[in-house]
């Protein structure tokens, strides 16, 4: 059974039926919504702010994505319906998460498959494989401690709020290599922005997420205090977040962060920067 929110959407949408039996919500050419900011309880009264990434095993969410050469295709992200142990060779093997598959059409082979949980509110990646055509694993990595998808908590949805996340992976390439990295990436909450999509009438009220490689920040290396604040007086001004400016910077060869934008009740629905394609919400099926 769809969400409450997808039911309540008032508009002539177009509806994609896949050959799987799946049904998806277009926005693209269609109107949505404002972004509904309030989860809704079984009896329909209200619960509490939706969740940024609402995580509801069965769930699919489909992008535009548009490459680095200006081409376009569709991405699909679902979340199966049921938990799974993580398998592979790192420590959280035995554990429990749900497997999050990226396909190139609903229902399809998938590209890759994250395992993901939620912790509290943190939604977190344990195991990441990337696969080729014939759905054969050629890079492993399982990560530890897990890898961060998205901080929702009050203190790390605020405005001007950064934090550390240090983590490091145990990577395995087909044929049998083994390799070793650690990563360090700063998290920085840049600010709200009310986004338009293309093709879409009504806009989404988001919160807007810097991630950028530990060293690229001049607060990178600072220890996190409470709650991850790196101090609420005077953040420094938040970057220009347009597509364009991503990309002017990209040819000047710096070293960009990447850009994630989150509503409410729908997730992300916007992804830019660091020189990969831009991703932009344009369907979703929530169960």
């Not at 901080?151 to 145990?170: A, H, I, K």
């Not at 840049?190 to 919160?207: D, M, N, R, S, Y």
């Not at 060869?253 to 394609?277: C, D, F, Q, S």
């Amino acid at each position: 059974m769809t969400t409450a929110l997808l039911k309540r959407l008032p508009l002539a949408v177009l509806l994609l039926t896949a050959g799987s039996g799946c049904e998806f919500i277009d926005f693209d050419a269609a109107s949505v919504p404002p972004t509904v900011d309030i989860e809704l309880g079984d009896g329909g009264g209200p619960k509490g702010p939706a969740p940024l990434y609402p995580f509801r095993p069965g769930s699919t969410w489909q992008y535009t994505v548009t490459a680095l050469d200006g081409s376009q295709y569709k991405k699909f992200v679902a979340i199966d319906a049921k938990q799974v142990m993580v398998g592979g060779s790192g420590p959280h093997q035995l554990e429990l998460a749900y497997p999050v598959r990226t396909s190139a059409a609903p229902g399809g082979q998938a590209s890759m498959i994250t395992m993901q949980q939620v912790e509290g509110n943190r939604i977190v990646n344990y195991r990441e494989q990337t696969l080729d055509q014939l759905g054969q694993t050629v890079l492993e990595i399982n990560w530890d401690p897990q890898q961060l998808e998205v901080d929702q908590s009050n203190e790390r949805t605020r405005p001007g709020v950064s934090w550390l996340e240090s983590y490091s992976g145990d990577v395995r390439h087909q044929g049998g290599m083994v390799s070793f990295i650690r990563r360090s990436e700063t998290w920085r909450v840049v600010g709200e922005e009310v986004l338009a999509l293309p093709g879409v009438e009504k806009q989404f009220q988001t919160i807007v997420f810097q991630l950028a490689p530990a060293a690229m920040g001049t607060d990178a290396g600072a220890a996190p205090t409470d709650a991850g604040k790196t101090g609420d007086a005077a953040p420094p001004p938040p970057p220009t977040l347009t597509a364009q400016t991503w990309s002017e910077a990209a040819d000047a060869g710096a070293m960009m962060p990447k850009t994630l934008w989150y509503a409410r009740g729908y997730g992300k629905v916007k992804e830019a920067g660091g020189g990969e394609p831009m991703e932009e919400l344009s369907g979703l099926e929530l169960k």
